[in-house]
């Protein structure tokens, strides 16, 4: 017995499911490149304060002379941001369809299958990250929130937020949300862009999703495990 009087291509107006996760795919992939540049620049304060605020001021500068201050920064950010709605649009229209597919195909019990415990994780995982980079980029970018007073260096303001114990775990908690969305992200993210065209291949990219995830995450948490038991000064 139907649920609901919908018809099912009611819910199918606008782009097709197909279409939605290749945008979710690329868009995702997009960030893992991200995710390994920033953790590759964090790890610069392993080698000191002016390891670290020479990089970020590279950052600033980089390409000096063919575009202004700041440029590629800026270029980053837009593609970033592009990206950051794209894959959050995507990610909102197919979660809707999700739940209206669901109300008109079960009677009474909702079914709970893997493939469902694994697509809400995805999705409340997602939000929570959101929600985390709102809090990050406020953190150390706009110093809006400060943990430990505010610092004209970056590399101050990372090693006097990473003194102290509870933003440590702060950024573990959400380490450890990245790498779960990440560990199926990417997996899936292959899967929908057809890379998977042997089993022995689709079980090759299981392997470097794992690796992949677990190289960002522990990149990440070096920094501030290192800044905690006072190995950077
Ligand atoms: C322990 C983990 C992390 C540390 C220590 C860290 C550190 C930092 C620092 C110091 C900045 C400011 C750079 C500057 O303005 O000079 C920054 C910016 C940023 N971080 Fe992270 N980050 C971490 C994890 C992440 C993760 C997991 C994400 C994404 C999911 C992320 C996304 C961003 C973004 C979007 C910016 C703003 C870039 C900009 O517009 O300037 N970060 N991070």
Request: proline share 3%.
């Amino acid at each position: 017995m139907a649920t609901s009087t919908v018809p099912a291509r009611e819910t199918r107006r606008g782009p097709n499911n197909i279409l939605l996760k290749t945008v979710m795919a690329a868009s995702g992939l997009f960030f893992v490149g991200y995710l390994l540049l920033h953790m590759y620049g964090n790890l610069q304060i392993l080698f000191g304060r002016g390891a670290f605020d020479d990089y970020a001021h590279h950052l600033r500068v980089f390409g000096e002379g063919m575009v202004p201050e700041n440029g590629v920064l800026w270029i980053a950010r837009i593609l970033l941001l592009a990206s950051l709605v794209a894959h959050v649009w995507a990610g909102m229209v197919l979660w809707r369809r999700a739940g209206a597919a669901r109300s008109t195909r079960y009677a009474g019990k909702r079914k709970t299958t893997y493939g469902s415990v694994y697509a809400k994780a995805m999705r409340w995982g997602g939000l929570a990250i959101l929600l985390f980079v709102i809090f990050h980029i406020l953190h150390f970018t706009t110093q809006t929130i400060t943990l430990a007073g505010e610092h004209v260096s970056p590399a101050e303001r990372v090693i006097s937020s990473f003194q102290l114990w509870w933003a440590v775990l702060i950024y573990v908690v959400a380490m450890i949300a990245v790498g779960m969305h990440l560990v199926h992200g990417i997996y899936a993210a292959c899967m929908t862009l057809g890379l998977n065209t042997t089993v022995k291949r689709g079980e090759q990219i299981r392997l470097i999703s794992i690796a992949v995830t677990t190289l960002i995450v522990v990149g990440f948490l070096i920094p501030p495990f290192a800044i905690l038991f006072g190995f950077v000064d």
